[in-house]
């Protein structure tokens, strides 16, 4: 009886698993594509280890089932050979498996963004997100502490009699071209919050008092939801936004729409 109920456990967790019914959503670029693979090699391994130990666990069951007699005294007393394989195995796949996913963690954290790569601005404060975007300028104006003011729709503090500044865009969702290299610089105006994109398999914790690079692209247009990840506060799950990865050709026109309505450029048809 025993040993069928850990058949049944072992093939409905299998086909849960299987089913693919419940996974990850798609990745949208190839460092996520590349972690997924990595997770899938570990999860095929470790699927198979879970089978076969659950299989022979059962046939321990089995084999040694009570057949009404008195248990002889002799008794089992391991098998240190047989031990000390399986261990090695273990630890082998697991540094194994752990030095595989170095790369991939390095090259996410670690490589240098390419020269082109779009610079945004992130700010993340209880419990909302700010981006902000050089303008055609290519620069960034000048900010200040005590200009910052949410009512004032001012989450950055610019500074208005900064030239660099007037052409920066804030949004509270981030906008990026499929494709381009994006440098998000990232900063926290409180507590500790995380930029955490699905799709992107990303996460990345924003801290007080530090500027925090994140690299990454992403090649498939589409709406994506970033969420705080870090417990913030009281309106920790309210602290969310989208990443809206728009055509190249797309996005121009967002930003040119977007420079006309701050006043910075003039619309092609008013001249
Ligand atoms: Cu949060």
Known sequence: ???????????????????????????????????????????????????????????????????????????????????????GAAAVVFVGLSALSTAIWAGVHLERAPAGAMRIEAVAKQFAWNFRYQGPDGKFGRVKPELISDANGNPFGLDDTDEAGRDDITMAALR??????????????????????????????LVPGMRIPLRFSADK????????????????????TQLIVMGKEEFQKWQQETLQQLGVITAPESR
């Open 1 to 87: 009886m025993a040993a069928v109920l850990v058949w049944v456990v072992t093939a409905a967790t299998l086909a849960l698993f299987l089913s693919g019914r419940w996974w990850l959503p798609e990745a949208i670029n190839a460092q996520a594509r590349s972690w997924d693979s990595h997770f899938n090699l570990t999860f095929w391994i470790m699927g198979a280890v879970f089978a076969a130990a659950q299989l022979a666990l059962s046939w321990v069951v089995l084999r040694y089932r009570s057949s009404g007699e008195p248990v002889a005294e002799s008794g089992s007393h391991g098998n240190n050979k047989l031990e000390l394989v399986w261990m």
């Open 221 to 240: 247009p589409g709406t994506y939801e970033v969420a705080c990840s870090e417990l913030c506060g009281l309106g920790h799950h309210q602290m969310r």
């Open 176 to 205: 990026i071209p499929a494709g381009t290299p994006v440098v998000l610089e990232m900063q926290s105006r409180d507590v500790l919050h995380n930029f955490f994109v699905r799709e992107l398999r990303i996460k990345q914790d």
